[in-house]
């Protein structure tokens, strides 16, 4: 009888790792999303869409619904400003985490419908998502970065074609390089010729840039069923993952 209790006990013990959380399970994702409230993107059909869009992707990940990777950081905040550098609040995870889709929608416009024209600023943003991950202690762990935004990098109007090439090149990214082994920018609403620029002339090193087009981001209301419940629309949730959280290779452009 001792022989077979001990057993058991050693069994039990065996056992005891699998019924606890493991290292997998528990979230590891910071999530960072940038709201475009400049004057050449938010007064457009875009900006509408990229906030409804929004409340769906941003349910669909708080949930885990369909497969997508839960975040254990989310911070919302707007890209634009009055003056170039200036910093943004971050709305974080908690202002979010028990809504519906419908009611996160309601809020993203309401945070982020401005009147003015503001400059749009990505170097600000970056540098406030650095800033916030240090202070935070998420350092390591994967980070993405949703931008919803045309794109386009702000530039004097007096400017010629040569200085608005050029602006893509002054894009930084490098305040992010070295926090985290899988960093990865994903610019939603660009046009294709932007998307090309954001692909082929941000300077970076270890960051990952995946554009999608304004074109190809209107497909999405095109999978949704009208389920009884959100989460059953797996067509949304599949094509989320196929092309907006496709898996991106490292591309080092110097």
Same mark, same amino acid.
């Given at each position: 009888?001792?022989?077979?209790?001990?057993?058991?006990?050693?069994?039990?013990?065996?056992?005891?790792?699998?019924?606890?959380?493991?290292?997998?399970?528990?979230?590891?994702?910071?999530?960072?999303?940038?709201?475009?409230?400049?004057?050449?993107?938010?007064?457009?059909?875009?900006?509408?869409?990229?906030?409804?869009?929004?409340?769906? @992707?941003? @349910?669909?990940?708080?949930?885990?619904?369909?497969?997508?990777?839960?975040?254990?950081?989310?911070?919302?905040?707007?890209?634009?400003?009055?003056?170039?550098?200036?910093?943004?609040?971050?709305?974080?995870?908690?202002?979010?985490?028990?809504?519906?889709?419908?009611?996160?929608?309601?809020?993203?416009?309401?945070?982020?419908?401005?009147?003015?024209?503001?400059?749009?600023?990505?170097?600000?943003?970056?540098?406030?998502?650095?800033?916030?991950?240090?202070?935070?202690?998420?350092?390591?762990?994967?980070?993405?970065?949703?931008?919803?935004?045309?794109?386009?990098?702000?530039?004097?109007?007096?400017?010629?074609?040569?200085?608005?090439?050029?602006? @893509?090149?002054?894009?930084?990214?490098?305040?992010?390089? @070295?926090?985290?082994?899988?960093?990865?920018?994903?610019?939603?609403?660009?046009?294709?010729?932007?998307?090309?620029?954001?692909?082929?002339?941000?300077?970076?090193?270890?960051?990952?840039?995946?554009?999608?087009?304004?074109?190809?981001?209107?497909?999405?209301?095109?999978?949704?069923?009208?389920?009884?419940?959100?989460?059953?629309?797996?067509?949304?949730?599949?094509?989320?993952?196929?092309?907006?959280?496709?898996?991106?290779?490292?591309?080092?452009?110097?």
């Amino acid at each position: 009888m001792m022989r077979h209790a001990r057993l058991l006990l050693v069994a039990l013990v065996l056992m005891a790792p699998a019924c606890g959380p493991t290292e997998a399970e528990t979230p590891r994702l910071s999530l960072f999303v940038g709201v475009d409230v400049s004057g050449s993107f938010s007064g457009t059909p875009q900006f509408r869409d990229s906030v409804r869009f929004l409340s769906y @992707y941003l @349910y669909g990940h708080l949930h885990g619904t369909g497969g997508l990777e839960k975040p254990r950081a989310l911070f919302v905040g707007s890209i634009g400003g009055d003056t170039p550098n200036e910093p943004k609040a971050f709305y974080p995870i908690q202002m979010f985490e028990r809504m519906n889709a419908s009611e996160m929608e309601a809020k993203l416009t309401e945070l982020f419908t401005v009147k003015g024209n503001y400059l749009t600023d990505f170097n600000a943003f970056f540098k406030r998502v650095s800033e916030t991950v240090q202070k935070q202690n998420l350092i390591l762990a994967p980070i993405l970065i949703v931008i919803v935004s045309d794109g386009v990098p702000e530039v004097a109007a007096d400017q010629g074609r040569k200085s608005v090439r050029q602006a @893509y090149e002054k894009i930084d990214v490098s305040f992010l390089e @070295y926090l985290a082994r899988n960093v990865t920018i994903r610019i939603l609403y660009p046009s294709p010729k932007v998307a090309a620029e954001w692909d082929r002339k941000v300077p970076r090193q270890r960051v990952r840039i995946w554009p999608v087009e304004s074109e190809i981001m209107q497909g999405w209301q095109d999978q949704l069923e009208n389920r009884p419940a959100v989460e059953e629309e797996k067509r949304l949730w599949k094509w989320i993952a196929d092309i907006v959280d496709k898996r991106v290779r490292r591309q080092r452009i110097i």
